[in-house]
């Protein structure tokens, strides 16, 4: 089990160290897809980050919490002992397909430089193993794709080849940051199949990082819903979509032009995200929050819980969701 | 009564090569549509399909080889220089991205109020600021706003301040290039909401570009799907959506994200890579479920008897 343990973290923004993430505990399990969703500026990206330990060189520290994999702390963990983990065994799908190939080197020698890291195979078997990965991610030609160079890839084979390199150190954990959002629809749709199929396949527990319902519909076993640097909900796909909770999720979810009639206003949520260093008392959410009282702006240890499998970080949770 | 016409728009970019030689690509190819005063029409399409391309000729950013170009019943094709700057005053744009679109070194006010400048040289300083003002209060922005500069407000802001920019001339059209695909969707639902209000105050027509088709669904009365640039279908939201005549515009509908996990197709597989576009006779048969004889040498005419609902196709989908 892969588990983030009240993880808190601060970001330097404007010469301070302010907290971005408050208090987060995630668990990703073997087999199951965590949905973590939020609107940017929410802290879901850092905190995904932390669990390779990245982020540190920029300057975001941890100041409480834990990260265990198997019950090792990552943060007790060498360089070297880090860098046999990080994509290893938890690897990670970024965001920009365009920006996350490195443009001057071919697509194999980016493909066999990681299967060589983590699994020490060289030349020929190196190779052979790529090929397998390029057709496990659904492309044709594999021989002659590890020979091209990222620029003569669309922006849907180039997700597939940042795929095919994630899976090849054979990794336990996939953290997958908006992997689709930066494609087309019908593109979206391929990718979102691949990673579903993948996931199963090979058992893997993935943390999908992401602003749309629409994806965690697709793929999520179990969801967090994030704001302003903490969990304000989390259960399975299921309760969270057929009986949410929290006033932001259902606020976010209602949001959606999907789900409201064409040509009708939108529901919005009034005001924006607090950044860091500007977060309330009490609630984070409660300026925006159409149930809020004096009890949600006073209330600073707001785990009001409804039950072991779907939680939600609210006072108000039964008038809420009724 | 329609305020912008297009007739068989072309263009055409030569793509690679270097030292010349490379190929031709056919970025828009015979694109005609029509928006009438106070309608959204989408162009959906994938990216490479030509829709902002269409969008960007119809506002004479962009040279078209051939066709035709109507703006408030005269023909804008020819005209340079000048007049067409003052024709510019009636169609606008409200661009994509938000944090590229502002210049960071320009106070808010100098960014709206710069419209004004050119289309009304006569107005003083003062008249200018209120004028500003009153369009970002329109837009749901404080007069406060107009002495900060762009990196001071959230995305959102800066998209009310990207419509405010466009509607401060008083536009006829606005051309909205995915205006709301970077943002996020509490924030997506606020901008939409003040385009509807404003297109109602202002009986503005909209040609809203989008990849969205729920957006789409929400916003458009008519919509233009267009592949590998040409137009595959043309008709009312609901005909459209409901029953969609071109096979690719079926494949777009039925790769929409699902609304809820109940919708999931077990046990998928992997889907190969296909993106292959013909190119000669219809530029989806590669891919097309219902390519038959013919495909390889249709001229993409439209096969619909009446030409409401228009499709180009010789195999459109059936609905019973």
């Given at each position: ?28 399990q ?6 973590l ?6 802290g879901?990206?850092?905190?995904a980050?932390a669990?390779l ?6 300057g975001v ?13 990552l ?6 002992q ?21 443009p ?8 066999t ?37 990222p ?20 990794p ?14 019908s593109?979206q ?19 999908l990082v ?5 994806l965690?519909?697709?793929l999520a ?11 304000v909900?989390?259960?399975t796909?299921?309760?969270?979509f057929d009986h949410?909770?929290h ?14 009639l064409?040509?009708?206003?939108l ?10 260093g ?5 609630c984070?959410?409660a ?16 785990d ?5 499998t779907?939680?939600a ?10 | ?8 728009l ?7 090569g ?24 989408a162009?959906?399409g ?6 902002s ?8 950013l ?12 005269e ?18 744009m ?9 210049n960071p070194?320009m ?7 710069e ?10 300083k003062a008249?200018?600021r209120?004028?500003a003002?009153?369009?970002?209060n329109l837009c ?5 706003a107009?002495d900060?500069?762009p ?10 301040i990207?419509?405010a920019?466009a509607l401060?001339?008083e536009?006829k ?17 606020q901008?939409?909401?003040l ?12 040609l ?10 929400h916003?458009?009365d ?6 590998a ?7 009312t939201v609901?005909e ?10 079926k ?17 998928v597989t992997?889907?190969?890579v296909?993106?292959?576009t ?22 993409g ?20």
């Amino acid at each position: 089990m892969l588990q983030v343990q009240d993880l808190s973290l601060t970001v330097p923004l404007q010469g301070k160290h302010l907290t971005a993430v408050e208090g987060v505990s995630l668990s990703l399990q073997p087999g199951r897809v965590l949905g973590l969703v939020g609107e940017s500026g929410c802290g879901k990206s850092i905190t995904a980050q932390a669990i390779l330990r990245l982020g540190e060189h920029q300057g975001v520290d941890r100041t409480a919490g834990d990260i265990l994999l198997d019950d090792t702390s990552l943060f007790s963990m060498n360089e070297f002992q880090l860098r046999k983990v990080r994509g290893g065994r938890i690897a990670m799908v970024f965001q920009e397909p365009m920006t996350a190939l490195n443009p001057v080197f071919s697509i194999g020698s980016q493909i066999t430089e990681v299967i060589n890291l983590h699994l020490g195979l060289d030349g020929d078997k190196a190779r052979a193993r790529a090929i397998d990965l390029i057709q496990d991610v659904g492309m044709q030609d594999a021989e002659s794709l590890l020979d091209q160079y990222p620029d003569a890839l669309s922006g849907g084979m180039r997700q597939r080849v940042l795929i095919a390199m994630a899976m090849a150190g054979e990794p336990e954990y996939i953290i997958a940051d908006e992997p689709t959002t930066a494609l087309d629809v019908s593109v979206q749709k391929r990718i979102i199949q691949l990673l579903r199929a993948l996931q199963q396949q090979k058992g893997l527990g993935m943390l999908l990082v992401t602003h749309d319902f629409g994806l965690v519909a697709e793929l999520a076993d179990d969801v967090a819903v994030m704001y302003a640097g903490q969990i304000v909900e989390s259960g399975t796909v299921h309760q969270v979509f057929d009986h949410p909770a929290h006033p932001y999720t259902r606020a976010l979810m209602g949001c959606r032009p999907e789900v409201s009639l064409p040509g009708s206003a939108l529901p919005v949520i009034s005001g924006q995200v607090p950044p860091p260093g500007s977060w309330p008392q009490g609630c984070h959410f409660a300026k925006r929050c159409a149930f809020a009282d004096a009890l949600c702006e006073k209330s600073v240890s707001l785990d009001v819980w409804s039950d072991n499998t779907h939680q939600a970080r609210c006072v108000h949770v039964s008038e809420a969701s009724a | 009564m329609s305020v912008l016409k297009a007739e068989s728009l072309r263009k055409s970019f030569r793509r690679g090569g270097l030292w010349g030689g490379g190929s031709i690509h056919k970025a828009v190819d015979n694109v005609s549509f029509e928006l009438k005063k106070g309608e959204t029409l989408a162009i959906v399409g994938e990216s490479g399909s030509g829709k902002s391309t269409t969008a960007r000729i119809a506002m004479r950013l962009l040279e078209p080889d051939g066709g035709a170009v109507e703006l408030l019943g005269e023909e804008i094709s020819a005209v340079r220089g000048k007049p067409l700057r003052m024709l510019r005053k009636h169609i606008q744009m409200v661009f994509q991205d938000p944090f590229a679109s502002l210049n960071p070194r320009m106070k808010i006010i100098e960014t709206v109020g710069e419209g004004l400048r050119v289309h009304n040289p006569k107005m003083s300083k003062a008249e200018r600021r209120a004028k500003a003002a009153e369009v970002l209060n329109l837009c749901g922005m404080g007069e406060e706003a107009l002495d900060r500069y762009p990196h001071q407000f959230s995305g959102g802001q800066r998209q009310r301040i990207g419509i405010a920019r466009a509607l401060v001339v008083e536009p006829k059209v606005l051309v909205l290039d995915e205006p709301v695909s970077a943002l996020d969707v509490s924030v997506q639902a606020q901008i939409l909401n003040l385009l509807k209000d404003i297109q109602q105050q202002r009986e503005l027509s909209y040609l809203f570009i989008s990849h969205d088709l729920s957006v789409v669904r929400h916003v458009a009365d008519r919509v233009m799907v267009m592949f590998a640039g040409r137009v595959v279908e043309q008709g009312t939201v609901s005909e459209v959506f409901e029953t969609p005549k071109h096979p690719y515009t079926k494949m777009l509908l039925a790769a929409r994200p699902i609304d809820h996990p109940g919708e999931r197709e077990q046990g998928v597989t992997i889907a190969e890579v296909n993106e292959g576009t013909a190119q000669t006779g219809c530029p989806y048969r590669l891919r097309c479920p219902n390519a038959g004889d013919g495909c390889v040498d249709f001229d993409g005419s439209d096969q619909s008897s009446d030409h409401e609902h228009a499709y180009a196709c010789l195999y459109p989908v059936t609905h019973d």
